[in-house]
């Protein structure tokens, strides 16, 4: 396996056109359009804001009620909307949800739909480039976190980590900083298992 390697916006990452995520073509020759960690066709990005997409899974606060749903804070610079239709129960305001992006329009109009209320807990923002490795490879570390910790742990694209349940919530939340600093680092799986092992109360 290459090494990865850290490049800039406007950094050549290939001399041909090549289908990469956060990057753009410009005669013939693709180059980043983000910080990030670049290896094998591969660009992570280390930073920037949360973009939805469509099928996104994500955590969202109600922020306003309105007649015909509800606005939803999903950490971008618009709420996203989700409509009393999408939904059987009621929310108030500063509920917590676990939602799907539905749609996104020309003018980033976002809706959300399958929506479920989360229990109480503790919202945790992180970067939204370092939730997959939050999640990890098929739930692999977010399933290590819950395991270690007793808590309920749900991670959405757009940055906000819910943490809910009678566990040890304090240490979830640092792992989950530890996992966020060093996420474009080899061996992370163990080091954090180390650490949950070594701080478990």
Request: with cysteine; aromatic share 6%; proline share 4%.
């Amino acid at each position: 396996m290459s090494e990865s390697k850290i490049v800039i916006p406007g950094e050549l990452l290939s001399d041909k056109p090549e289908r990469i995520s956060y990057a753009f073509i410009d005669n013939g020759k693709t180059y980043s359009t983000v910080v990030g960690l670049y290896s094998e066709g591969k660009l992570v990005p280390l930073e920037g804001p949360y973009e939805p997409l469509p099928d996104d899974l994500i955590v969202g606060i109600i922020s306003e009620v309105k007649f015909s749903g509800y606005s939803i804070d999903i950490n971008t610079a618009y709420p996203a909307f989700l409509s009393s239709r999408e939904i059987r129960e009621r929310y108030n305001m500063g509920d917590t949800i676990f939602a799907r992006i539905t749609m996104i329009d020309e003018v980033r109009s976002t809706e959300i739909g399958d929506a479920k209320k989360l229990a109480a807990g503790r919202l945790v923002k992180v970067s939204s480039v370092k939730i997959p490795r939050i999640i990890g490879k098929k739930n692999s570390m977010i399933d290590m976190l819950q395991s270690a910790t007793g808590c309920e742990i749900s991670a959405g694209r757009n940055g906000y980590v819910w943490i809910a349940g009678t566990g040890n919530a304090t240490l979830a939340e640092k792992a989950i900083r530890m996992i966020e600093a060093q996420a474009h680092t080899h061996g992370l799986t163990d080091r954090v298992s180390q650490y949950l092992k070594a701080n478990k109360q």
